[in-house]
Each structure stands twice: as C-alpha cells, then as structure tokens.
C-alpha cells in the first residue's frame, strides 16, 4: 500500500511559479511510476506528466512542455513538480498519483492516489 501526500499549491500570478510535492509512504519500487493529473471545474481529469521512479524517464502533456519539469527526491520519497510561465488555463486541482510498471498517461491505469491540491493561476 503506497500513500500519497501533496503540498506546495497556491494561488500565484500568471506569469508566476509554483512548485508541488508529492510524498509517498514507504519507499517506492524502482519498478513504480508516479504522476500528476489535474481537473478544473467542469472539466475531466487530465494527464499532467509522469515520471518512473527507477529510470528516471519523463513523460509531459504538450501544453505543459517546456513551463512544467517532474523530478524525484528518492533520499525522500517525493515528486515534484516545477511549474514555471503558468497561465490561467494552469488553474486546477492537481493530483498525485501512482502505479506499478512504466508510465501512462492513463489516469485508470494508477491505483494510488492523494487528496490533490489546488492551483490557482491569476490573469
């Protein structure tokens, strides 16, 4: 059982930047991948970027390529997800997840997921 916790969401400026983490308890397998999805209001929930704990390979949704960089602290069990030039389309409640095997940026594929923090990004 692998638990998730997030932190470091906020409310920031566009243009503004941010940094979210994301704890697992226990220590994960260098075989397990971990991600972030968001969800705005009224929209579904979308792939962010992921990352494999072992390797470490990266995977990042278009939109967030080049602004959004996924790194891993494996001394400290945690994600993080750097979040630069954001815009107010960034604005969403972002989620950790995680999962056994390569990455996927489908959501139905991770069996552990956090609580999620918001993000707001100001125009």
């Known amino acids: 059982q692998v638990q998730l916790v997030e932190s470091g969401g906020g409310l920031v400026q566009a243009g503004g930047s941010l940094r979210l983490s994301c704890t697992a308890s226990g220590r994960p397998a260098v075989s397990m991948s971990m991600a972030w999805f968001r969800q705005a209001p009224g929209k579904e929930r979308e792939f962010v970027s992921a990352i494999n704990w072992g390797t470490p390979t990266t995977d990042y949704e278009d939109s967030v390529k080049g602004r959004f960089t996924m790194t891993r602290d494996s001394a400290k069990n945690t994600v993080y997800l750097q979040m630069n030039s954001l815009k107010a389309e960034d604005t969403a409640f972002y989620y950790c997840?995680?999962?056994?095997?390569?990455?996927?940026?489908?959501?139905?594929?991770?069996?552990?997921w956090g609580r999620g923090t918001q993000v707001t990004v100001s125009s």
């Open positions: 997840a995680a999962k056994v095997d390569g990455i996927t940026r489908s959501s139905s594929a991770y069996r552990y």
